[in-house]
């Protein structure tokens, strides 16, 4: 359960880095190699409806974030074709999510985000 918070949080500070600087363009790596630019991110919510009625024990909900796609770097399985959208929660995480050139998310690094707001080096406290 600690992951599923981190990851969680990370999304939040995705989506509170979003709405500070929301003229932003993002650049999002995958591990499988793909890569896409962004000119667009908005908030959402993801849940376990498939598996779960609303109420009934077990059910959930969770931060997403959603990437409209500008441009294709190198397509790749984390891209369904049929939607102009990424979506990333704690289900489907990328390698790397950067911001006009500033590194805001890294699997290897960790989160660059306090408050929306980009810091030098990664949170320790998550």
Same mark, same amino acid.
């Given at each position: 359960?600690? +992951? &599923? ?19 932003? +363009? $993002? ?14 991110? &908005? ?10 009625d609303i109420?009934?024990?077990g ?20 891209h ?9 929660s704690?289900?489907h995480?990328?390698?790397?999510? +950067?911001?006009?050139g500033?590194?805001? $998310? ?14 030098? +080096?990664?949170? &320790?406290?998550?």
């Amino acid at each position: 359960m600690e +992951t &599923t918070r981190i990851l969680d949080e990370i999304i939040d500070e995705l989506g509170a880095y979003a709405c500070l600087a929301s003229h932003a +363009t $993002y650049r999002i790596a995958f591990a499988e190699g793909d890569r896409y630019e962004s000119d667009e991110a &908005t908030e959402g919510e993801d849940d376990n409806g498939e598996e779960f009625d609303i109420g009934e024990a077990g059910y959930e909900d969770w931060p997403e974030m959603y990437y409209r796609i500008s441009s294709i770097l190198n397509d790749g399985p984390n891209h369904n074709p049929n939607y102009r959208y990424l979506s990333l929660s704690r289900r489907h995480m990328p390698s790397d999510v +950067t911001s006009d050139g500033r590194l805001l $998310y890294s699997a290897e690094k960790g989160l660059f985000l306090d408050h929306g707001r980009i810091l030098d +080096t990664p949170r &320790t406290d998550l």
